[in-house]
């Protein structure tokens, strides 16, 4: 009984598993759908028969003439009656493989088949069995195979294993095809008994395969598609962890990317536009803004959403199809996409140790099927750290949570509900002094290294009382926190006539804080003054220098209500989109300014001066106050038609901003309000063309004509002043090449930008040390090329570069000083025309390089950035500077992977910025060599090292 049980347990296991294929595809084939077509050709047919049957055809394109034309009529049939209707005039049967349908031609000599029973075949001698990986490795999961042999197909299992029986003897062609993945062709000779073959394919790097959806809403391969877009896969993003959400934004190209401010606020300039924080480009997660674009550092949008294992994927998209897609995003737009869960449970957890700040996190991401047609999504992380210059409190902690349910109610159609909360707390990086020598480098003090210490003091708790009377309590051990709670719906139908309606809508709460402070000027210590700690110890023979620093202390509370609708009809050679979308931000802000003073050392602690009284803080005045909601109603239309080789690309989009709020008076009693209500109108306007040479080039060009709205913060601004307001257009035009061939594959382009009438301000210094803002209008454009490449020379070896060269000028920009100025420059004319814009390198490049071997894959990176201006009066220039990374990965088991990288393994101290409030006048650029000077540098040298576990 022993002996005989488990060969029983086995035949009835392999038996009940065939039945259970064959029930799966009996039911596939019962499903009842209703398809219209006319004289259509073989592709289109199958197309439609996907789309409401959700299945996957395979087969080989020579299966049929595509020239032949099909028609059918079918109300409420089965799928297995459609196919049949369709394929057997053609000569062609089909198999059922899961969701995919293997096509081929009929053409197998039958031998005696007797009715009801299966078709017996002539037996060959060669079967062909196989393995598809990846350069890892892993198995390339639902690959198709194609045998130039009777047009057979395989889909690759779990296993990552095809077969195919009863193959003569001879020479064929297998053609292997996956989404990621470039198709590989292979040579094989068949003989003896059976064939055994492995096969490897390299990953599509820059995935100029893979279809993205245009602003018509249609399905189109990168190298069919007008639009500069950038995508970075999970898998990349594990390969490239990134340090913080803006950190993740250096692998695009055309981005300038700031992330010296640690897990805090960055900044991301983009294609030379002038203007930091996110005025630019927009962040939406999974298809909804997180923030409208416009913002800066308060609010800043890349602390509305954090990277972690729940990210599917991100796309990037550059230039001017961003502003068909969202409002007020003339330069760039990231949209974070989630996984949704998968045909299959799975998941993964993953640890990972930052043996440079003490850092701990855990990452968790897990999904898969309920039912048949229900499966969800939940994961999110948590971390704590010390920070990578450690104040004297824990830096980082906090964390998120996502999760999404999805019903697919029918196929391609379906109702998801998702939802996400955040609580994270991030410690802003603020700018601290260097000893300036010339070189545009960081170099450190006697006393104080900028790079691997900080200015944030170790009195952390202080209380003040407003202008208004309020009473405030501060912690500068918040730093930037944020939390937020938000959930949704997503809905998409497509109707029996192919119409595809999609609509996705979200209401987000958020609550958030920053208290930080921004250096101002050092002071030398006086022996004839007397300073004190808070504690009331007295300083003993202070010598070198203290520094003034400002306070930042906001309070802030947003409501926001996104929905957006899109409509999208093929109809012959046109791909039409129609969309309507709202999106209201209900925001409540408030800041307390202050000045106090520190010591010029690592974790300083606050001075009283000449008075051994109070709490160190003086001057305390109301920085910012917003109270009111901007309402953004918009249309689009687009259509995008299909030429054959050439394409063209149509979108125009209508937004109207409606803000309404109050204007705080700022001076006594500090309680009087104006109320405000305006409204405006922007219209954009982009055509995109693109000519397919071959499977393998292309080219691009693109067009758009756009705007930068004002936002609620320019009106609520205490010295708003309406003929300070102009429309501020912005015009990109960009033309490109597309190679995409088995060992190399390019993405590159050439741009021109122009922006016109941006609101700015000029500081100037006053009598006193502190600075006068006076508005202007400034106007620029920029002249840019972007490259963005993949090589691979072998199975194991990969090249990356990526490379942006800028030339980013102002053509307009014009001030005078006024009375109250510094006397030297009190009267006086700036004109800063012609001068290159602050902050914009000359060029960015990284090379990056990965080798495989056996278990283990090495990475390594070498990113350069090129020189800059702090500011338009371009007096003190930034020098160029470089970061290495490297890294190791090693795959213990097949559900077990150990990661070991650094970054910045030179310990680099390249500037990201100067003094942005006074360069400009700071001793009319004439600086000593060795004297104090304000910047911000890279973030130092760190080590990390993560543990994974895939199930």
Same mark, same amino acid.
């Given at each position: 009984?022993?002996?005989?049980?488990?060969?029983?347990?086995?035949?009835?296991?392999?038996?009940?598993?065939?039945?259970?294929?064959?029930?799966?595809?009996?039911?596939?084939?019962?499903?009842?759908?209703?398809?219209?077509?006319?004289?259509?050709?073989?592709? +289109?047919?199958?197309?439609?028969?996907?789309?409401? /049957?959700?299945?996957?055809?395979?087969?080989?394109?020579?299966?049929?003439?595509?020239?032949?034309?099909?028609?059918?009529?079918?109300?409420?049939?089965?799928?297995? %009656?459609?196919?049949?209707?369709?394929?057997?005039?053609?000569?062609?049967?089909?198999?059922?493989?899961?969701?995919?349908?293997?096509?081929?031609?009929?053409?197998?000599?039958?031998?005696?088949?007797?009715?009801?029973?299966?078709?017996?075949?002539?037996?060959?001698?060669?079967?062909?069995?196989?393995?598809?990986?990846?350069?890892?490795?892993?198995?390339?999961?639902?690959?198709?195979?194609?045998? $130039?042999?009777?047009?057979?197909?395989?889909?690759?299992?779990?296993?990552?294993?095809?077969?195919?029986?009863?193959?003569?003897?001879?020479?064929?062609?297998?053609?292997?095809?996956?989404?990621?993945?470039?198709?590989?062709?292979?040579?094989?000779?068949?003989?003896?008994?059976?064939?055994?073959?492995?096969?490897?394919?390299?990953?599509?790097?820059?995935?100029?395969?893979?279809?993205?959806?245009?602003?018509?809403?249609?399905?189109?391969?990168?190298?069919?598609?007008?639009?500069?877009?950038?995508?970075?896969?999970?898998?990349?993003?594990?390969?490239?962890?990134?340090? $913080?959400?803006?950190?993740?934004?250096?692998?695009?190209?055309?981005?300038?990317?700031?992330?010296?401010?640690?897990?805090?606020?960055?900044?991301?300039?983009?294609?030379?536009?002038?203007?930091?924080?996110?005025?630019?480009?927009?962040?939406?997660?999974?298809?909804?803004? #997180?923030?409208?674009?416009?913002?800066?550092?308060?609010?800043?949008?890349?602390?509305?959403?954090?990277?972690?294992?729940?990210?599917?994927?991100? %796309?990037?998209?550059?230039?001017?199809?961003?502003?068909?897609?969202? /409002?007020?995003?003339?330069?760039?737009?990231?949209?974070?996409?989630?996984?949704?869960?998968?045909?299959?449970?799975?998941?993964?957890?993953?640890?990972?140790?930052?043996?440079?700040?003490?850092?701990?996190?855990?990452?968790?991401?897990?999904?898969?099927?309920?039912?048949?047609?229900?499966?969800?999504?939940?994961?999110?992380?948590?971390?704590?750290?010390?920070?990578?210059?450690?104040?004297?409190?824990? /830096?980082?902690?906090?964390?998120?949570?996502?999760?999404?349910?999805?019903?697919?109610?029918?196929?391609?159609?379906?109702?998801?509900?998702?939802?996400?909360?955040?609580?994270?707390?991030?410690?802003?990086?603020?700018?601290?002094?260097?000893?300036?020598?010339?070189?545009?480098?960081?170099?450190?003090?006697?006393?104080?290294?900028?790079?691997?210490?900080?200015?944030?003091?170790?009195?952390?708790?202080?209380?003040? !009382?407003?202008?208004?009377?309020?009473?405030?309590?501060?912690?500068?051990?918040?730093?930037?926190?944020?939390?937020?709670?938000?959930?949704?719906?997503?809905?998409?139908?497509?109707?029996?006539?192919?119409?595809?309606?999609?609509?996705?809508?979200?209401?987000?709460?958020?609550?958030?804080?920053?208290?930080?402070?921004?250096?101002?000027?050092?002071?030398?210590?006086?022996?004839?003054?007397?300073?004190?700690?808070?504690?009331?110890? +007295?300083?003993?023979?202070?010598?070198?220098?203290?520094?003034?620093?400002?306070?930042?202390?906001?309070?802030?509370?947003?409501?926001?209500?996104?929905?957006?609708?899109?409509?999208?009809?093929?109809?012959?050679?046109?791909?039409?989109?129609?969309?309507?979308?709202?999106?209201?931000?209900?925001?409540?802000?408030?800041?307390?300014?202050?000045?106090?003073?520190? +010591?010029?050392?690592?974790?300083?602690?606050?001075?009283?001066?000449?008075?051994?009284?109070?709490?160190?803080?003086?001057? #305390? $005045?109301?920085?910012?106050?917003?109270?009111?909601?901007?309402?953004?109603?918009?249309?689009?239309?687009?259509?995008?038609?299909?030429?054959?080789?050439?394409?063209?690309?149509?979108?125009?989009?209508?937004?109207?901003?409606? #803000?309404?709020?109050?204007?705080?008076?700022?001076?006594?009693?500090?309680?009087?309000?104006?109320?405000?209500?305006?409204?405006?109108?922007?219209?954009?306007?982009?055509?995109?063309?693109?000519?397919?040479?071959?499977?393998?080039?292309?080219?691009?060009?693109?067009? !758009?004509?756009?705007?930068?709205?004002?936002?609620?913060?320019?009106?609520?601004?205490?010295?708003?002043?309406?003929?300070?307001?102009?429309?501020?257009?912005?015009?990109?035009?960009?033309?490109?090449?597309?190679?995409?061939?088995?060992?190399?594959?390019?993405?590159?382009?050439?741009?021109?930008?122009?922006?016109?009438?941006?609101?700015?301000?000029?500081?100037?210094?006053?009598?006193?040390?502190?600075?006068?803002?006076?508005?202007?209008?400034?106007?620029?454009?920029?002249?840019?090329?972007?490259?963005?490449?993949?090589?691979?020379?072998?199975?194991?070896?990969?090249?990356?570069?990526? !490379?942006?060269?800028?030339?980013?000028?102002? !053509?307009?920009?014009?001030?005078?000083?006024?009375?109250?100025?510094?006397?030297?420059?009190?009267?006086?004319?700036?004109?800063?025309?012609?001068?290159?814009? %602050?902050?914009?390198?000359?060029?960015?490049?990284?090379?990056?390089?990965?080798?495989?071997?056996?278990?283990?894959?090495?990475?390594?990176?070498?990113?350069?950035?090129?020189?800059?201006?702090?500011?338009?009066?371009?007096?003190?220039?930034?020098?160029?500077?470089?970061?290495?990374?490297?890294?190791?990965?090693?795959?213990?088991?097949?559900?077990?992977?150990?990661?070991?990288?650094?970054?910045?393994?030179?310990?680099?101290?390249?500037?990201? +910025?100067?003094?942005?409030?006074?360069?400009?006048?700071?001793?009319?650029?004439?600086?000593?060599?060795?004297?104090?000077?304000?910047?911000?540098?890279?973030?130092?040298?760190?080590?990390?090292?993560?543990?994974?576990?895939?199930?």
């Amino acid at each position: 009984m022993k002996i005989t049980f488990l060969p029983l347990f086995l035949m009835m296991l392999t038996f009940g598993l065939s039945v259970a294929k064959d029930s799966y595809g009996q039911e596939l084939l019962n499903k009842r759908l209703s398809i219209e077509v006319r004289r259509g050709e073989f592709r +289109e047919v199958l197309s439609k028969i996907e789309k409401n /049957a959700d299945v996957k055809f395979s087969f080989v394109p020579q299966l049929v003439d595509s020239k032949e034309r099909i028609s059918i009529s079918a109300e409420d049939e089965t799928l297995g %009656e459609i196919l049949n209707g369709v394929f057997k005039p053609l000569r062609i049967t089909y198999e059922v493989s899961g969701k995919y349908i293997v096509l081929r031609r009929s053409n197998l000599t039958m031998l005696n088949a007797p009715a009801m029973s299966f078709p017996k075949f002539v037996i060959q001698d060669v079967n062909i069995k196989g393995k598809v990986t990846d350069s890892k490795g892993e198995p390339v999961i639902g690959a198709t195979v194609i045998l $130039n042999y009777q047009s057979r197909n395989q889909i690759v299992d779990k296993d990552g294993a095809f077969t195919f029986n009863n193959i003569p003897e001879g020479t064929y062609t297998l053609t292997l095809t996956s989404v990621g993945y470039k198709s590989l062709k292979k040579e094989i000779t068949v003989k003896g008994p059976e064939v055994q073959i492995d096969l490897l394919m390299q990953e599509d790097n820059l995935q100029l395969e893979q279809v993205v959806v245009t602003s018509s809403g249609s399905a189109k391969k990168k190298i069919e598609s007008s639009v500069a877009i950038s995508t970075i896969s999970a898998k990349q993003l594990s390969q490239r962890p990134p340090l $913080n959400s803006t950190d993740m934004l250096k692998a695009i190209p055309g981005l300038s990317v700031e992330s010296s401010g640690g897990d805090g606020p960055g900044s991301v300039r983009v294609r030379g536009l002038p203007g930091g924080g996110y005025v630019f480009m927009g962040v939406m997660e999974d298809g909804l803004p #997180v923030l409208p674009t416009g913002y800066s550092t308060s609010p800043s949008a890349d602390q509305y959403y954090k990277v972690d294992l729940t990210v599917k994927t991100v %796309e990037a998209i550059r230039g001017g199809h961003a502003a068909v897609i969202l /409002a007020n995003t003339p330069g760039a737009l990231i949209n974070v996409l989630s996984n949704t869960g998968g045909a299959k449970f799975g998941g993964k957890v993953k640890y990972t140790r930052g043996l440079s700040q003490n850092a701990n996190r855990f990452d968790l991401n897990l999904g898969g099927p309920l039912s048949e047609k229900v499966k969800f999504n939940v994961g999110g992380f948590y971390r704590a750290d010390d920070g990578i210059r450690p104040p004297s409190y824990r /830096a980082n902690e906090g964390g998120q949570i996502k999760a999404n349910l999805t019903y697919q109610f029918k196929p391609n159609s379906y109702i998801r509900f998702y939802g996400k909360y955040l609580n994270d707390k991030t410690a802003w990086l603020v700018p601290s002094y260097y000893s300036y020598d010339g070189t545009g480098q960081g170099k450190a003090l006697p006393d104080f290294d900028l790079l691997k210490e900080i200015l944030a003091t170790r009195d952390t708790k202080f209380s003040l !009382t407003s202008p208004d009377g309020k009473n405030m309590n501060f912690d500068f051990s918040d730093g930037v926190h944020l939390k937020s709670l938000a959930g949704g719906i997503e809905l998409k139908h497509v109707t029996k006539n192919e119409w595809s309606f999609k609509n996705n809508l979200r209401f987000q709460s958020t609550k958030s804080s920053f208290t930080g402070s921004i250096v101002t000027a050092a002071t030398a210590y006086k022996a004839n003054v007397k300073y004190y700690y808070l504690d009331g110890q +007295e300083l003993s023979n202070p010598t070198g220098f203290y520094t003034g620093q400002s306070l930042i202390g906001t309070t802030s509370e947003d409501k926001q209500f996104s929905d957006f609708l899109d409509i999208n009809k093929q109809i012959g050679k046109n791909s039409l989109s129609f969309g309507l979308g709202i999106h209201t931000y209900d925001v409540y802000m408030y800041s307390l300014g202050a000045t106090f003073n520190t +010591e010029i050392k690592n974790q300083p602690r606050i001075l009283r001066i000449a008075n051994n009284t109070g709490n160190g803080f003086s001057g #305390v $005045n109301i920085g910012t106050f917003m109270d009111g909601m901007t309402t953004i109603s918009s249309a689009t239309v687009s259509d995008e038609i299909d030429f054959g080789k050439l394409t063209t690309d149509i979108g125009i989009r209508a937004d109207r901003f409606h #803000v309404k709020g109050d204007r705080l008076q700022n001076s006594t009693p500090f309680t009087n309000k104006t109320a405000f209500d305006e409204s405006n109108s922007y219209m954009t306007a982009s055509l995109g063309l693109n000519y397919k040479i071959n499977e393998q080039h292309a080219l691009f060009e693109r067009a !758009t004509s756009t705007y930068s709205a004002l936002n609620i913060s320019n009106y609520s601004a205490f010295n708003f002043n309406p003929d300070n307001i102009k429309d501020r257009k912005v015009f990109m035009s960009e033309a490109g090449y597309k190679v995409n061939t088995s060992k190399f594959a390019l993405f590159s382009s050439l741009i021109y930008a122009r922006l016109n009438n941006i609101a700015s301000s000029m500081l100037i210094p006053n009598t006193t040390d502190g600075f006068i803002s006076i508005a202007t209008f400034a106007s620029s454009r920029n002249i840019s090329a972007e490259v963005e490449a993949i090589y691979t020379p072998n199975k194991n070896l990969n090249f990356r570069l990526t !490379t942006t060269l800028q030339d980013s000028k102002y !053509t307009k920009y014009e001030v005078t000083a006024p009375a109250n100025a510094r006397p030297d420059l009190a009267g006086k004319p700036y004109i800063w025309s012609g001068n290159q814009a %602050e902050r914009v390198p000359n060029y960015i490049t990284e090379l990056s390089a990965s080798y495989t071997y056996k278990i283990f894959d090495a990475f390594a990176s070498f990113r350069r950035i090129g020189k800059r201006w702090t500011s338009p009066s371009n007096v003190y220039r930034l020098d160029g500077y470089n970061e290495v990374s490297a890294g190791l990965d090693v795959k213990i088991t097949k559900a077990i992977g150990l990661r070991v990288w650094a970054d910045n393994l030179t310990n680099s101290r390249g500037l990201t +910025e100067g003094n942005i409030r006074g360069d400009q006048f700071l001793l009319n650029g004439n600086f000593e060599k060795g004297s104090l000077q304000i910047g911000r540098v890279i973030l130092p040298r760190s080590f990390w090292t993560s543990l994974t576990f895939a199930f």
